[in-house]
Structures are given as structure tokens and as C-alpha cells.
């Protein structure tokens, strides 16, 4: 009962938050521009919010809506307050809805500095070569919990990196809701003798 309270809980608020975006624009219109004596129902906003966004989508697909979309975007950047809330929550919806193949996260890793009881997430990004170090180490951003837009970004050696068997997008699910959506088969698994033996062959 809790799970499905829960579900009607948040569709009705995004319904009655969606339906109420337009319900002042529509009613003038319906009445004014259309000349209609209906009044505003309930789910007529929400209606109308479902097209807009199905034409926004048709306009942005073509040649033309890119290099709008484009320009919009590089004039959002520009204004202050705007581009620091408009390019992380871009950049969380590209992590979200893009397929593993697009992704620029190459794997997700967990992060054990020696002596520390704890594993950290985080996400490869690269491998770059420090001077005098004959092994590479690997660029690995670990974003905070449940925000993933912010964190740090760690440069490591391959014995404080531990495998994990979890896809990009399963890892960032863990971390957008705190742990609570996890798989069962969840595992970390160090692979230190991997990197310096390669001839070790993990169970």
C-alpha cells in the first residue's frame, strides 16, 4: 500500500503542477482568441503541456531546430545564475536518458584509500601518465549523493581502484536515491593484482 500511496502521491502533483502551468494562459484563449464559452476543465493543461513538448521535439529534430537550440543555448550559458542552474541539470538529464554506448563515462569504480574502512563511487573519465610513475592512473569523478551534479574529480593509482560489475547508469541510480535503488548482486572487486600481474585471472 505504501509504494502505490506513494506513486498516486507524486502523479497527482505533477498533474495539478503540470494541468496549473497553462491553465492561465488557456483560459483567456479559449475565450478571447477562440471565442469559446467552455470553461477550463481539469487535464486540459496537462494536455496542452504533453504537445508542447511533443513540438518542441519535432522543431529541435531538424536541421533548422538544432542550430536554433544551439544558439538558445550558447545565450543561456552566458547569463549569470542561469547557465549554473541550466548546464548541471542538462548534463544530469544527458546522464540519465543516454545509452551506455554515448555515455562519457567509461565505467563505474569504486575508490578505497589504504587504511580507510570505506568504498567510495565514482566514474572513470580517462587514464593519464604522471612523470616517474611507470603505471597510469585513471581520472575518476566521484559526484556527491543524491546531487550528482557537484563532486570531485580524483586522479588515482590502480591499487585504490575496485571494479565493480554495475553499468554507469545502474551506479548513478545508486547515488541519485541514496543507495535505496541498488541490484541484489551488487559487488566490488579489487583489482590491484590485475593491473600489476597480468597474468591474474579474478574468481
Same mark, same amino acid.
Given at each position: 500500500?505504501?509504494?502505490?500511496?506513494?506513486?498516486?502521491?507524486?502523479?497527482?502533483?505533477?498533474?495539478?503542477?503540470?494541468?496549473?502551468?497553462?491553465?492561465? &494562459?488557456?483560459?483567456?484563449?479559449?475565450?478571447?482568441?477562440?471565442?469559446?464559452?467552455?470553461?477550463?476543465?481539469?487535464?486540459?493543461?496537462?494536455?496542452?503541456?504533453?504537445?508542447?513538448?511533443?513540438?518542441?521535439?519535432?522543431?529541435?529534430?531538424?536541421?533548422?531546430?538544432?542550430?536554433?537550440?544551439?544558439?538558445?543555448?550558447?545565450?543561456?550559458?552566458?547569463?549569470?545564475?542561469?547557465?549554473?542552474?541550466?548546464?548541471?541539470?542538462?548534463?544530469?538529464?544527458?546522464?540519465?536518458?543516454?545509452?551506455?554506448?554515448?555515455?562519457?563515462?567509461?565505467?563505474?569504480?569504486?575508490?578505497?584509500?589504504?587504511?580507510?574502512?570505506?568504498?567510495?563511487?565514482?566514474?572513470?573519465?580517462?587514464?593519464?601518465?604522471?612523470?616517474?610513475?611507470?603505471?597510469?592512473?585513471?581520472?575518476?569523478?566521484?559526484?556527491?549523493?543524491?546531487?550528482?551534479?557537484?563532486?570531485?574529480?580524483?586522479?588515482?593509482?590502480?591499487? &585504490?581502484?575496485?571494479?565493480?560489475?554495475?553499468?554507469?547508469?545502474?551506479?548513478?541510480?545508486?547515488?541519485?536515491?541514496?543507495?535505496?535503488?541498488?541490484?541484489?548482486?551488487?559487488?566490488?572487486?579489487?583489482?590491484?593484482?590485475?593491473?600489476?600481474?597480468?597474468?591474474?585471472?579474478?574468481?
Amino acid at each position: 500500500m505504501i509504494p502505490l500511496g506513494v506513486t498516486f502521491f507524486v502523479l497527482s502533483f505533477l498533474f495539478t503542477t503540470i494541468d496549473g502551468w497553462l491553465k492561465p &494562459i488557456m483560459s483567456p484563449i479559449m475565450s478571447e482568441v477562440l471565442g469559446l464559452e467552455e470553461k477550463y476543465h481539469i487535464g486540459m493543461g496537462a494536455l496542452a503541456t504533453i504537445l508542447l513538448v511533443y513540438l518542441v521535439g519535432l522543431v529541435v529534430s531538424n536541421f533548422l531546430g538544432q542550430k536554433l537550440l544551439g544558439a538558445g543555448e550558447k545565450i543561456l550559458t552566458k547569463i549569470p545564475l542561469v547557465r549554473e542552474v541550466y548546464a548541471p541539470v542538462k548534463q544530469v538529464v544527458q546522464m540519465a536518458l543516454m545509452r551506455s554506448g554515448g555515455n562519457k563515462f567509461e565505467r563505474a569504480v569504486a575508490i578505497k584509500t589504504p587504511g580507510s574502512p570505506m568504498r567510495v563511487i565514482g566514474f572513470v573519465t580517462g587514464e593519464f601518465h604522471e612523470e616517474g610513475n611507470p603505471a597510469p592512473i585513471a581520472s575518476v569523478f566521484v559526484p556527491t549523493s543524491p546531487n550528482p551534479t557537484t563532486g570531485v574529480l580524483l586522479f588515482c593509482d590502480p591499487e &585504490i581502484i575496485y571494479e565493480t560489475n554495475v553499468k554507469v547508469e545502474t551506479a548513478m541510480k545508486m547515488l541519485i536515491s541514496g543507495g535505496i535503488v541498488a541490484p541484489d548482486d551488487f559487488m566490488i572487486r579489487q583489482q590491484m593484482q590485475q593491473q600489476i600481474d597480468p597474468n591474474y585471472k579474478s574468481e
